[in-house]
């Protein structure tokens, strides 16, 4: 049974950094596509970073220079390092996996291209 697990998220000011961390079991982490994605209340699901097998990200213009997507595939996690955070990053974040594949930028943000998803780790971020 896929699981992802995330953590890390919380209350930061402007300015600040926080690091996210989705812990995924139930399957071979390597051979599937990660991503993060945000949504706040009432707003869709929307694409932060993606990143494949072989180490390729991609990124939304919004945060692009500002968040970074990694894995360590030896543990099985996927991480978001976000730094210059600011009030409009406030969201859930969820971390997503799908079909390994090459895919364009946008299919890389794209939710309908994820199969599993974790529960989500809020992040508010105050001015």
């Known amino acids: 049974q896929v699981q992802l697990v995330e953590s890390g998220g919380g209350s930061v000011q402007a300015g600040g950094s926080l690091r996210l961390s989705c812990a995924a079991s139930?399957?071979?982490?390597?051979?599937?596509?990660m991503g993060w994605f945000r949504q706040a209340p009432g707003k869709e699901r929307e694409g932060v970073a993606a990143?494949?097998?072989?180490?390729?990200?991609t990124y939304a213009d919004s945060v692009k220079g500002r968040f970074t997507i990694s894995q360590d595939n030896a543990k099985n996690t996927l991480y978001l390092r976000m730094s210059s955070l600011k009030p409009e990053d406030t969201d859930m974040y969820y971390c997503?996996?799908?079909?390994?594949?090459?895919?364009?930028?946008?299919?890389?943000?794209?939710?309908?291209?994820?199969?599993?998803w974790g529960q989500g780790t809020q992040v508010t971020v105050s001015s």
């Open positions: 997503a996996a799908g079909p390994r594949g090459r895919r364009t930028h946008i299919q890389a943000l794209s939710r309908y291209k994820y199969t599993y």
């Open positions: 139930g399957y071979t982490y390597s051979t599937y596509y």
């Open positions: 990143i494949d097998s072989d180490g390729n990200t």
